[in-house]
C-alpha cells in the first residue's frame, strides 16, 4: 500500500521547477520603495540547490543577476517595520498565476541577514560577515513560514532592530522550500539582496556568520522528510540579533522542548552533524516569546 506521505512527496516533486520565486520588493512602514528597486534580482525564479558555492550568498550563477543593479538605497529607521515582498516571476504580481507568490508546495523557512558594508552598492558580495535579524520557520499548528507568506499575497514583515547600528547593508531575504529535501542537494534555497542604509540605530556588534559556510548540506534543517510527523524544525544558520533582553525578530511565539528560554543571539557558524543536532535537544530553549499578527501558529525549532 502506498503511504499518504509518499504521495504528497511524488506531488511535490512534479511542482520542483514550476513553483519557484523571487523577493523584489521592499516596503518600510508601509511605504513601497518601488518594484525591484534597491534589490539585485536575478532574470529566472529558479532555486540554488548548493550551499558551499557563492551562489547562495546572493543569488547568481544558475540564475544570472541582471546588471547593472539599479543604485536605489533603500533607507531604513532602526525599529521600523520591513516588508519583504516575493512573487513567483518578475511579472506575476496581481496575476491568476496558480503559483503566484509561490507553489503551496514548497514549505519551509524565511529568514532575513544583514551585512555591514563601506557602500550598500559595492558589487562585490564575495567574504562579507553577515548575522540574523529574523527567522520563521514551523508553527505548532504545522504550518510554515512560507504558508503565512502566501496567505499575505508574498509579503513577509518583520523589525528592523533597534540596535543595529547606522550605516550601509547588503539584507539577504531568504525562503528555504523543503519539499524535496528528503534527497541530498534537495533544498532548494531562493534569495535575493537589498541594497540598504540604517539610521537612528544603535551599537551592536553582532556575531557574524560566512557564506558559503554558514550552512552545511546535511544540516537537520536542510536534509529532512518534512512528510514525517513533526514536532520541531530546526532553522539553519545562527538564531537572530537580539537588543538587550528584548526579541527583534520573530512572527510568532518560539516553542522548543526545553523550558528554558535563550537569553541572547546564537551565532555560531558551526555545520550541524548527527552529535551537534544531539547537543541542541539538550540545550536550552531557542525560544524567545514574540507575537505577529501575520501567523496564528508557535514557530517550533529544536530538536
Known sequence: MISPSFLLGVLSLTSYALGHTIFQEVSVNGVSAGHLKGIRYPNYDGPINDVTTNDIICNGGPNPLVTPYDTTIISIPAGATVTAEFHHTLTSAGTSDGDEPISPSHKGPIMVYLAKVSS??????????????????????????????????GKVNFKMPTCVANGDYLMRVELIALHAAGSSLGAQFYMECAQIRVTGGGSASPATVSFPGAYGQSDPGILINIYQTL???????????????TPVSSSS????????????????????????SSSRSSSSSRASSASSSSSGGAALYGK
Open 231 to 245: 514536532t520541531s524544525y530546526p532553522i539553519p544558520g545562527p538564531r537572530p540579533l537580539t537588543c538587550g533582553s
Open 253 to 276: 511565539a518560539r516553542v522548543s522542548s526545553s523550558s528554558s528560554s535563550r537569553a541572547s543571539s546564537s551565532t555560531s557558524s558551526a555545520r550541524s552533524s548527527s552529535s551537534s
Open 120 to 153: 550598500a552598492l559595492q558589487t562585490s558580495v564575495t567574504g562579507l560577515q553577515w548575522f540574523k535579524i529574523y527567522e520563521d520557520g514551523l508553527h505548532s499548528d504545522g504550518t510554515w513560514a512560507v504558508d503565512t507568506m502566501i496567505a499575505n499575497k
